[in-house]
Each structure stands twice: as structure tokens, then as C-alpha cells.
């Protein structure tokens, strides 16, 4: 996710933008060599089969769901969790916003948003579950028999799902649906146990395990709709009682790491072709369409080139009402639709490349973003810097260095009270503008740093040996400690250590 005061930004690049000279990137892809057209299924650890039916004047969603979920552990589960995310929407003053931004996130005023469950069956028969968890985030299914290494097993569930008039990841505004975060979805078992964390209010407070999804969705036919995954097939259908034609919708995803979608009855499409991907915006009119399509064809040539190659066949960037500046999706990435309105067009490539950058350090490289947000922010905003490099050049990426990391970090020193450490969980956060300054600021420091001490060449290479041994899982810092050890021959824990843990404070770009 991208935060940023908007007008600070606008301001900035501004003045940077004049003195641009713009350029093309052209060379030969490195790294992972996968194609869009690759068989990705088998990297998903759970296949997911979803039918949803929206039912606008209830702002209402009636889905079936099917899970076939694997034990990929060497442990026995007598008890498997979900997330139930939108329960967290269900009391204005447990929403998972800070109490600073409710207003923004509820323009209109609050209205709940929640989750009901109304059967689960595992194998065709009915189980034991509860909810449970701060807000009745979590769903627990008592199996009647210990799942064992391997095995898989049919879970099923009938629920509804009530959207919030909320300008956030899940909710709506004036002009879109958004539905992220939306469905019980799996949650993560590692070596620390069950990852059964709430819905914070700082950072992206998510962790999942990449899946295969199924999807049909069931839409009053006005609604255009952007999605993760490839849209498969389509078909117009009566409406209830004949008063209204719905359009079905049958998508496919594979190997991505959550699913979501927005939906708008105003939404124009721009569509090109980069590299073998589709990139698709979808904008309202008078809106930057234009711009939105070239900075996102630039961000995965130029990602492409710097990582390795993005395996899926389409890419979407979406105007939409959310309030907070841009959060990532597989395939799919929210932008504050006044972002695109023209009047903040340099903000538009700023936000839209952060977003993009997450597709690798979030999307096919997964972490821990409760307990690990810096390993994806981090690495993501200074892949940011890396993409005016290439774009623009070294003089202008520097500019967007000094201005927009090393500023804001140390606009928020204080705000942190000594505790400069970047490699803290999203909880031991007071609020997001301590989040943004170490996590995104000083945390995209960090690899300037390294990137000074072991040269262009190498740090490239170690994004790339990252990415190629680790994409498609959950990733840790010992994994991108292990990539540079690899690619210099050193070891680099030393310095991981010091910044990680707040041994370096700095004034400027400088250590103290």
C-alpha cells in the first residue's frame, strides 16, 4: 500500500518533472524466463471455488465457496482457520481505521460491514466451527478427524457478505464496489504456528499463501467489472423476477495470492499489450486514462527487465473510491480515483509504480505483513527509485530519493521516539505516519545502502536471484540475506542486523 499526502507529492514532482528529459527502456529480459501463457497452478497450495451473486439494493453479496484445501506440513491439524476480514467493519469504533481517518473512510457515514456464515461442511458433512479473535476475524473448523501430512479435504461454506459504505479495500463510494479482502480465505501455518492476527489499522496487515481460484460472479449487467485473473467466459441472464438482466462472469486465477475485485457502472478501459501482458485501466471519464496506461506498460517493461518476468497474462489499474492512495492486489491494484483526475498527474506514476512493484515483493514473493512489513514496503519503494532510474535517469531517481525517502524519514523521526528499529510488526506502530517513515522511508534507506556497498550490478543481480528462488512462496529475511550472501560471496547479516534493529540512526542520508 501507498500513502502519501497528496498535494506534498504533487508539489514535489512537480519540480522534479521539469527538468526530465523522457526516454525509453529497451533490452533483454533477465531473470525467471516463465510466459504469461505458463501453467501456474501448481504453485497454489489451496484451490479455491468461488459463486457469488450480488444483490445491489441490499449492497449484498450470497456466495457459495468451495476450498480444497492440502495439508502441506508435516503436522496433524485437528483444527484449521480462515480469515473473516469484512467482520472487522462490523462497530465504528473497532473499523480497522486509525480514529483520525474514520471520517475519510466513511464520507457518508458509518454502516456496517460483516460476514455471516451460514453452513460449513467439511467432506459433505456438517462440522463444529466458532468465531473467534479480536473482532470475529477468525473462523475455527474442529475437524472430526486429524488431517494428516498430505492429505487434502472439501471444505464448503454458504455465507453473505454485507459491503460497507466505506472509501477503503472493502466497501463502496459514489462510483465503485470494492472487494478486497472479502472471503474467508486460509490462513497461514508456519514455524511459528497458526497466523491468527486482526485487522490492524497501520500498514496492510495481511499473510496468505498463494492459491488457485475459480470464481463466477453474478452482476447486475450495468457493471463493468476489473478483476485478478483472466475473465474466461459471459453470459447475459434474467434478472430476478425479469426486472433486471445480470451478466455471469467466469474468471480464473492461478498461482496468485488473494482475489479481488471492483465494480463500476461509469468505468471506461484502455487496454495495450506489454511484453505478453494485457494491461487493462479502468478509469472514469475526464480521468488520466492516457497516463495511467503509459506509466504501467513502462513499470512492467522496466520491472521485467530489473526482477524477472511477470507470468501472468493481464495487469489492471483501477480509479476507484478509496481514500488511501493505492493498495496491491494480484493483477489488480487500487488508485484514489482523485489521483487520476489530472490534477495530481505526477502523484499518478509515483503511486501507480509503487503498485506495480508490489506484484513481485508482495504478489509472487510473499511475507508476513503483520510481523514482516518492511521485507515487501521496504524492497517495493525502493524498486520505485529504481524504475526513475531507469526511466529517467540517476540524477532525477537521486532527486526522488532525497525528497521523497530520506525527507519523510526524517519528517517522522520523532514520531517513533528513539524506536528506529524497521523490522517491527504493524502493532508496534502508534499510527501510519511512524509506519511510513521507518517501514517505507528508512527501510528503502537500508537498500540504497546496500545496493552502495556491493554496486549496481550485483544488487540487481541479488533482486533477481531472490525473486527466481522464491517466487510463488512466503518469504523471511533470512531469505534476502541468503540472495546477497549468494550472489557477493559475503555475509551481510551485520549489516541487516544494524539496520533492521535500530543500531543506525540517521540525520539525512547520513549515518549518526
Excluded at 190 to 205: F, M
Aim: aromatic fraction near 14%.
Amino acid at each position: 500500500m501507498k500513502k502519501k499526502a497528496l498535494k506534498n507529492i504533487a508539489l514535489i514532482l512537480l519540480v522534479i518533472i521539469l527538468g526530465i528529459g523522457v526516454c525509453e527502456i529497451y533490452g533483454q529480459l533477465n531473470g525467471y524466463s516463465q510466459t504469461s501463457e505458463g501453467d501456474l497452478s501448481q504453485y497454489g497450495v489451496h484451490h479455491y471455488k468461488i459463486n457469488a451473486r450480488f444483490l445491489e439494493e441490499k449492497n449484498l453479496l450470497q456466495v457459495q465457496q468451495e476450498v480444497f484445501y492440502e495439508n502441506k506440513y508435516e503436522k496433524e491439524f485437528d483444527t484449521i482457520y480462515f480469515h473473516l476480514y469484512p467482520n472487522a467493519f462490523q462497530e465504528e469504533k473497532k473499523a480497522p481505521f486509525p480514529e483520525d481517518e474514520i471520517e475519510q473512510a466513511y464520507p457518508s457515514g458509518f454502516e456496517p460491514g460483516y460476514i455471516k456464515i451460514e453452513k460449513v461442511k467439511v467432506e459433505g458433512k456438517d462440522i463444529k466451527s466458532r468465531i473467534e479473535g479480536q473482532d470475529d476475524t477468525i473462523l475455527a473448523l474442529s475437524l472430526k478427524q486429524p488431517l494428516k501430512p498430505n492429505e487434502k479435504i472439501t471444505i464448503e461454506f454458504e455465507y453473505q457478505v454485507k459491503v460497507p459504505p466505506c472509501v477503503s479495500r472493502f466497501g463502496y463510494g459514489e462510483n465503485t464496489y470494492n472487494f478486497g479482502n472479502w472471503y474467508p480465505i486460509a490462513s497461514v501455518y508456519d514455524e511459528s504456528g497458526w497466523n491468527l492476527e486482526p485487522y490492524y489499522a497501520i500498514g496492510d496487515p495481511f499473510y496468505s499463501e498463494v492459491g488457485n481460484y475459480e470464481v463466477t460472479l453474478q452482476l447486475p449487467k450495468k457493471y463493468e467489472l476489473a478483476t485478478t485473473g483472466n475473465i474466461k467466459k459471459t453470459d447475459t441472464v434474467e434478472g430476478s423476477k425479469g426486472e433486471e438482466e445480470e451478466k455471469i462472469w467466469k474468471i480464473e486465477a492461478q498461482g496468485v495470492r488473494d482475489f479481488a475485485w471492483v465494480i463500476s457502472d461509469d468505468f471506461q478501459v484502455k487496454t495495450a499489450d506489454t511484453d505478453g501482458t494485457q494491461i487493462k485501466v479502468y478509469y472514469l471519464e475526464g480521468q488520466e486514462g492516457n497516463k495511467a496506461l503509459e506509466v504501467a506498460k513502462n513499470n512492467i517493461k522496466i520491472f521485467n527487465k530489473l526482477f524477472g518476468k511477470y507470468p501472468y497474462q493481464q495487469f489492471s489499474v483501477v480509479s476507484n473510491d478509496f481514500y488511501i492512495g493505492g493498495m496491491e492486489y494480484p493483477n489488480l491494484v487500487y488508485i484514489d480515483q482523485n489521483i487520476f483526475s489530472g490534477k495530481y498527474n505526477i502523484a499518478l506514476e509515483y503511486i501507480i509504480t509503487h503498485e506495480t512493484a508490489h506484484q513481485w515483493w508482495y504478489g509472487m514473493i510473499g511475507n508476513d505483513e503483520v510481523d514482516q512489513p518492511w521485507l515487501d514496503e521496504a524492497l517495493t519503494e525502493y524498486s520505485t527509485m529504481l524504475y526513475y532510474r531507469e526511466r529517467y535517469g540517476e540524477k532525477t531517481m537521486m532527486t526522488m530519493f532525497n525528497e521523497m525517502i530520506v525527507n519523510d524519514y526524517v519528517r517522522t523521526k520523532a514520531l517513533v521516539q528513539g524506536d528506529e528499529r524497521i523490522a517491527k510488526s504493524v502493532k508496534e506502530f502508534e499510527n501510519n505516519r511512524a509506519y511510513s517513515g521507518i517501514v517505507y522511508g528508512k527501510g528503502a534507506m537500508m537498500f540504497y545502502e546496500l545496493e552502495e556497498k556491493v554496486g549496481k550490478e550485483n544488487f540487481q543481480k541479488i533482486l533477481q536471484h531472490y525473486f527466481k528462488e522464491n517466487r510463488f512462496t512466503n518469504a523471511t529475511e533470512k531469505d534476502i540475506q541468503d540472495a546477497t550472501r549468494s550472489v557477493t560471496g559475503k555475509d551481510y547479516q551485520e549489516f541487516f542486523d544494524q539496520w533492521l534493529n535500530g543500531k543506525i540512526h540517521l540525520k539525512g542520508n547520513q549515518a549518526a
